[in-house]
C-alpha cells in the first residue's frame, strides 16, 4: 500500500526515523506484591496486617481501589498491579521507578514425553527453545488421570535438572488444563519447594477430566471458577511466590463462551490473566507435499454440543493464524478490553511432535509410568506432523525488570506483552504520552496512563526492523502498521456477560512502512484527552488481508480467514500488542 489510510477521525499521525527509548514501569518482589493484594482485601482489617500492607492500603484507598482484588480493577478503573507497585516503590525510592530492562521470548505451552500424546524429554524442548531464541518456557503436560497421579511428580525430576543445564533459559513447571466445562487451559506457579504439591493438589481437585466436569453445566463452570480462585488463595497465603492462568486455542471448539471467560477474570484477576492470541500447531497450515496440508493451528472444526450458539462458523477457523476471539477488531478480545479490565494474548508452539523431525515416540507403559520412554530415530523426515519447536514460530515476548521467574510472572500479569509471527520485527517498544501544562506523562503496554483532561495524547511507536533471516531463512518485511483504538464502557456489557462486540473499537490508522530498515518512530497524534480509551497495535507483512469480520469501517484490511489445506504460515506473518488504557483525571 503507497498511502496512508484514515479509516476514523479519532486523530492523525505522522512519522520520522530515529530511536525513542523505551519506558516501562518497573516492578519489585514477589511479596511486595502480595503485600498490595492483601492491603486491596475487604477481607483483613488494618489491625490484621504488618505496617507495610497497611501502607499500601492506604495508598490503594487513595487510589480509589481498597476493596477489591487489584488486578481486578485494573485499566481505566484506576490502579494496575504494575501501577500501584511502581507507586510503593516511588514512594519508598524517591520517586525513582524502574524502567523495563528486558523484553525477554517465551512460550507457555509445550508437552513432553509425561503427556499421552507428546514424545520429547523435557530437555529436547528446553534445548530447542534456548537454540531458537527463547528465554523462558513452560512444559504443560496434558492434565488427566495418569497426570494427576503420576505426571506431576514424575516430570519434576527433569525439569530441575534442565534447569541446571540450561541455567540461562527460565523453565517453568505447569500442566494442561481440562477447563471444567470449557477448553483446555495453561496453569503455571514460581518455582519452589511447594510447587509439585500445589499442580498436583489443583489437578486432582479441579480437573475436568479427572473430576468428570467436562459437560457444559452451571456445576462445572462453577467448578473452574472455584480453581482459579483456589490458586489465588495459595499466593494470598505464601504457598506458592505465584500462579499464572491462561486459556489455551480458545475458540477452536467454541465451548468458551464469553460469560465464563469473563468469569474466570473476574474469579482472581491476579491468575486468570488472558488466553492465547495465537495457537500452535502452526505448522498444520503447510501445503501436502512439504506440509499436513491440514488446518492453521488445529482450527478445522465446527459447533458441537456444548458450543456457545452465539459463535459464528467462521470463528472456528485461524485468521491470519490468530485466534478469531483476537484477530477481529470490535470482537471478543475488544468487548473486554473496552470494559476497563486487562486480558492479555499470548502466541505459543503447543508443541507435541513437530513438523520435519526426524525422531519417533519411544515404547513404555504410559499409564503404568505416567511417561512414554525417550525418543529415537526413526529413519526419515516426517512431514505430517503440525507441530514447530518452541521459539521455531511463535513467540511471547514479555516486559520485565530483570531476567528471572519472578519478572516474568510479573511482566504476564501486568500486560506487558506483545507476540509475533516468524520474527516478523527484530524489537517494539509501544509508549502512549500525554502532555498538558502539569508535564508529560508516559505508559506502555499494559498499563494505565492517567492524565489530566485536555491533555494532548500521542502514540509513540519504535520498531527495528528485521535484518537476518528467520528459521525459516528469509529476512521478514513488516509492509503494514495498524492502530486500533476503542472507547471504554465500564457498563456495555453489564446485564449480558455474554457480549462479544465492543461499543466503539475501529482500526482508525493503517500506515505503509515497507522498505524501512533500521530502528525507526511512527508517531500519532490521539488527540485531546475527553473520554477513557484504550490503544493497541497490530503488524503485518501483508501477503494476506481482507476486511475484518464486523465490515471493512471498522476493519478495512485485516487478517484472511485461514482456507484448511492451504494456510503455509510463513507467508502471513503479523504482530500483535497488549492494550495501553488512557484515563482523563479531572
Do not use: C
Not at 501502607?55 to 481501589?65: E, T
Amino acid at each position: 500500500m503507497s498511502n496512508d489510510h484514515h479509516p476514523h477521525p479519532h486523530g492523525h499521525s505522522h512519522s520520522h526515523d530515529g530511536h525513542d527509548d523505551g519506558h516501562g514501569h518497573g516492578h519489585t518482589h514477589s511479596h511486595e506484591v502480595d503485600e498490595i493484594t492483601l492491603a486491596a482485601s475487604s477481607d483483613a482489617s488494618d489491625g490484621d496486617l504488618r505496617p507495610a500492607e497497611v501502607s499500601r492500603r492506604n495508598l490503594l484507598r487513595a487510589a480509589g481501589v481498597a476493596g477489591a482484588v487489584t488486578a481486578g480493577m485494573a485499566g481505566m478503573t484506576g490502579v494496575t498491579p504494575a501501577m500501584a507497585e511502581a507507586a510503593t516503590v516511588a514512594t519508598a525510592k524517591g520517586g525513582n521507578r524502574a524502567r523495563i530492562r528486558h523484553w525477554l521470548a517465551g512460550d507457555h505451552h509445550i508437552h513432553t514425553q509425561h503427556s499421552p500424546d507428546g514424545m520429547y524429554r523435557v530437555i529436547d524442548q528446553a534445548q530447542h527453545g534456548a537454540a531458537y531464541g527463547l528465554d523462558w518456557l513452560v512444559i504443560t503436560d496434558h492434565g488427566g488421570a495418569t497426570h494427576a497421579k503420576l505426571g506431576v511428580d514424575v516430570v519434576n525430576p527433569d525439569i530441575v535438572a534442565a534447569r541446571k543445564i540450561l541455567p540461562e533459559t527460565l523453565i517453568f513447571q505447569g500442566l494442561e488444563w481440562n477447563i471444567p466445562a470449557a477448553e483446555h487451559g495453561t496453569v503455571f506457579v514460581a518455582p519452589g519447594r511447594n510447587e509439585v504439591a500445589v499442580l498436583k493438589q489443583f489437578e486432582n481437585s479441579y480437573d475436568g477430566s479427572v473430576r468428570n466436569a467436562r459437560a457444559n453445566t452451571p456445576e462445572n463452570e462453577a467448578l473452574a471458577v472455584a480453581a482459579i480462585q483456589w490458586l489465588g488463595t495459595q499466593k494470598t497465603k505464601r504457598r506458592i511466590d505465584d500462579a499464572l492462568f491462561l486459556a489455551n486455542h480458545p475458540a477452536r471448539n467454541g465451548i468458551d463462551s464469553p460469560h465464563e471467560v469473563r468469569a474466570w477474570r473476574d474469579a482472581d484477576p491476579r491468575i486468570a490473566i488472558g488466553w492465547e492470541g495465537a495457537p500452535g500447531h502452526q505448522a498444520g497450515g503447510l501445503p501436502s507435499g512439504y506440509g499436513p496440508g491440514s488446518a492453521r493451528g488445529g482450527y478445522g472444526n465446527s459447533a458441537g454440543a456444548n458450543s456457545f450458539p452465539g459463535y459464528p462458523p467462521e470463528s472456528y477457523r485461524s485468521w491470519g493464524g490468530f485466534d478469531f476471539y483476537t484477530s477481529t477488531v470490535g470482537g471478543l478480545w475488544d468487548s473486554m478490553l473496552a470494559e476497563g479490565k486487562p486480558w492479555s494474548i499470548t502466541a505459543n508452539s503447543d508443541s507435541h511432535r513437530n513438523w520435519s523431525d526426524t525422531a519417533v515416540r519411544g515404547g513404555g507403559d504410559f499409564n503404568a509410568n505416567g511417561r512414554y520412554d525417550d525418543p529415537v530415530y526413526g529413519g526419515g523426515i516426517q512431514l505430517n506432523l503440525a507441530d514447530f519447536w518452541p521459539g521455531f514460530y511463535s513467540r511471547t515476548h514479555v516486559g520485565a525488570s530483570s531476567r528471572d521467574y519472578g519478572a516474568v510472572m510479573r511482566g504476564m500479569r501486568d500486560g506487558r506483552v506483545w507476540v509475533d509471527h516468524g520474527s516478523l520485527v527484530k524489537s517494539l517498544d509501544v509508549r502512549v504520552v500525554a502532555t498538558s501544562r502539569r508535564g508529560t506523562v508516559s505508559e506502555t503496554l499494559g498499563g494505565t496512563l492517567q492524565a489530566s483532561r485536555g491533555s494532548r495524547v500521542e502514540l509513540v511507536v519504535t520498531i527495528t526492523a528485521q535484518d537476518v533471516p528467520n528459521w525459516s531463512q528469509f529476512v521478514p518485511e513488516l509492509n503494514r502498521v495498524d492502530v486500533i483504538r476503542g472507547t471504554v464502557d465500564v457498563d456495555h456489557a453489564s446485564g449480558d456477560a455474554d457480549t462479544m462486540t465492543a461499543p466503539d473499537t475501529t482500526v482508525i490508522k493503517q500506515t505503509d512502512v515497507s522498505g524501512r530498515t533500521g530502528t525507526y518512530t511512527l508517531r500519532y497524534d490521539l488527540g485531546e484527552l475527553e473520554e477513557a480509551f484504550y490503544v493497541r497495535l497490530r503488524g503485518t507483512d501483508a501477503n494476506r488481508s481482507q476486511p475484518g469480520y464486523l465490515g471493512a469501517s471498522i476493519d478495512p484490511a485485516g487478517p484472511a480467514i485461514d482456507v484448511v489445506g492451504d494456510a503455509d504460515p510463513w507467508v502471513d506473518l503479523w504482530f500483535y500488542t497488549n492494550p495501553v488504557w488512557v484515563v482523563p483525571t479531572r
